[in-house]
């Protein structure tokens, strides 16, 4: 599914009113095509990849100076 934003806030909107009682009861809500991610590298390499990329993002801010 491309908009998984949209997905997120009908079933917010099914559960609030009812059409569904809990989180268990959405098991078969959109198995269709469904890819299930399952990570290839361990939590700590994850966290320093991720630290990695922080540290790049805020190194680039200010590069551009549009005033």
Do not use: C, Y
Request: charged content about 25%.
């Amino acid at each position: 599914m491309r908009e998984t934003t949209a997905l997120g806030a009908a079933i917010a909107a099914g559960l609030a009113v009812g059409v569904w009682n809990s989180f268990d009861d959405l098991n078969n809500v959109n198995t269709e095509g469904r890819t299930i991610f399952k990570p290839q590298i361990s939590e700590q390499e994850s966290g320093r990849r991720f630290a990695r990329w922080e540290k790049a993002v805020q190194m680039s801010k200010g590069w551009l100076n549009e005033a």
